[in-house]
């Protein structure tokens, strides 16, 4: 029965986004809700100006289809739900800026941000300890230690997926694979609602991708990209951070491997040139590959490449576990 459970919340998860996206397109270009070219910034790419309304119709096909298949209303659900909502319409409002060719405020989205990763903490979505791999014993971390190590996987992982979509089908199909491999250690664990909210994002990612791929017909923009990584970070504390030994601490790190290596980089070498850590530029590891000859869809399936070869790794980790 769970089987098909998994099966049902996939495809219509991917079928509200694969049919949302192209009216709400439409839309886009009614209300000049578009990605403009710029020639004056590195970082944009595209020819044409592109929608920038994926992330609603990702938002809705993620609900509606979790809830209609699991009915779990649950504090924690409630948590993750007025959660996406806070990052939608920061990210929305950001989008609105840049579509502008205007740069929203810092300060704002992180107070966003760490109020939606406090709301998932009070609901008892949190990183509470490890297994003593000595002893066997579960070290039960101090209540201020937890909230500080949840807030900032949250933040960090909404984060670095957010500033890994720069390029048309890498932020989707990092997160897809994300996904596949935290879905992977959900089923390992028999943790069900993990894995219900990882086939869940499976499918919106994937009805995403058909539109975002190279070339892209739509974007996700802040509010969808900050929404994925959201999500991800609630998986991994509800799934593989459960009962974590130390070595098992490392699994939902190396299924998200790509955006967080990658960014942190990045930052590290922002503040070491005493730049803000939240200024745009182009020195993610897909425009250092873009520069070094590769072509949009090379650079993409090199990093999935990657990421896929970093989410088999912590699937064997979780083996070695076991």
């Given at each position: 029965?769970?089987?098909?459970?998994?099966i049902?919340t996939?495809?219509?998860?991917?079928?509200?986004v694969?049919?949302?996206?192209?009216?709400?397109?439409?839309?886009?270009?009614?209300?000049?809700?578009?990605?403009?070219?710029?020639?004056?910034?590195?970082?944009?790419?595209?020819?044409?100006?592109?929608?920038?309304?994926?992330?609603?119709?990702?938002?809705?096909?993620?609900?509606?289809?979790?809830?209609?298949?699991?009915?779990?209303?649950?504090?924690?659900?409630?948590?993750?739900?007025?959660?996406?909502?806070?990052?939608?319409?920061?990210?929305?409002?950001?989008?609105?800026?840049?579509?502008?060719?205007?740069?929203?405020?810092?300060?704002?989205?992180?107070?966003?941000?760490?109020?939606?990763?406090?709301?998932?903490?009070?609901?008892?979505?949190?990183?509470?300890?490890f297994?003593?791999?000595?002893?066997?014993?579960?070290?039960?971390?101090?209540?201020?230690?937890?909230?500080?190590?949840?807030?900032?996987?949250?933040?960090?992982?909404?984060?670095?997926?957010?500033?890994?979509?720069?390029?048309?089908?890498?932020?989707?199909?990092?997160?897809?694979?994300?996904?596949?491999?935290?879905?992977?250690?959900?089923?390992?664990?028999?943790?069900?609602?993990?894995?219900?909210?990882?086939?869940?994002?499976?499918?919106?990612?994937?009805?995403?991708?058909?539109?975002?791929?190279?070339p892209?017909?739509?974007?996700?923009?802040?509010?969808?990209?900050?929404?994925?990584?959201?999500?991800?970070?609630?998986?991994?504390?509800?799934?593989?951070?459960?009962?974590?030994?130390?070595?098992?601490?490392?699994?939902?790190?190396?299924?998200?491997?790509?955006?967080?290596?990658?960014?942190?980089?990045v930052?590290?070498?922002?503040?070491?040139?005493?730049?803000?850590?939240?200024?745009?530029?182009?020195?993610?590891?897909?425009?250092?590959l873009?520069?070094?000859?590769?072509?949009?869809?090379?650079?993409?399936?090199?990093?999935?490449?990657?990421?896929?070869?970093?989410?088999?790794?912590?699937?064997?980790?979780?083996?070695?576990?076991?």
């Amino acid at each position: 029965m769970t089987t098909i459970l998994y099966i049902c919340t996939f495809l219509l998860s991917f079928l509200i986004v694969y049919f949302l996206i192209p009216p709400l397109g439409r839309l886009a270009f009614r209300l000049d809700f578009v990605d403009k070219p710029r020639a004056d910034v590195e970082r944009k790419i595209h020819r044409s100006p592109i929608p920038l309304t994926a992330s609603y119709a990702i938002f809705i096909g993620f609900f509606a289809s979790y809830l209609l298949f699991t009915r779990n209303f649950s504090l924690e659900t409630g948590a993750l739900f007025l959660g996406g909502i806070l990052l939608l319409a920061i990210g929305t409002v950001d989008d609105w800026f840049k579509t502008k060719g205007k740069d929203f405020p810092a300060l704002p989205k992180l107070i966003v941000q760490v109020s939606a990763a406090v709301l998932v903490f009070a609901a008892g979505i949190r990183f509470n300890g490890f297994v003593n791999p000595f002893s066997g014993d579960y070290v039960l971390l101090p209540v201020w230690l937890q909230f500080i190590l949840t807030i900032l996987w949250i933040f960090g992982v909404t984060t670095v997926i957010n500033f890994s979509d720069g390029l048309d089908g890498l932020a989707g199909g990092l997160s897809a694979i994300s996904a596949v491999t935290l879905f992977i250690v959900a089923l390992t664990k028999g943790q069900t609602t993990s894995a219900m909210l990882s086939m869940t994002l499976i499918g919106v990612t994937l009805a995403y991708l058909r539109y975002n791929k190279p070339p892209a017909k739509v974007f996700m923009g802040d509010a969808g990209a900050t929404f994925l990584g959201f999500i991800l970070a609630v998986i991994a504390l509800d799934g593989a951070f459960k009962q974590a030994t130390v070595l098992s601490l490392f699994i939902p790190v190396l299924a998200l491997g790509v955006p967080i290596f990658d960014n942190l980089f990045v930052v590290i070498r922002r503040f070491l040139q005493g730049k803000s850590i939240y200024q745009a530029d182009a020195s993610q590891v897909h425009y250092r590959l873009l520069r070094a000859g590769l072509n949009n869809k090379q650079a993409v399936m090199v990093l999935y490449l990657v990421s896929t070869c970093l989410g088999l790794s912590s699937i064997i980790l979780l083996l070695l576990e076991g």
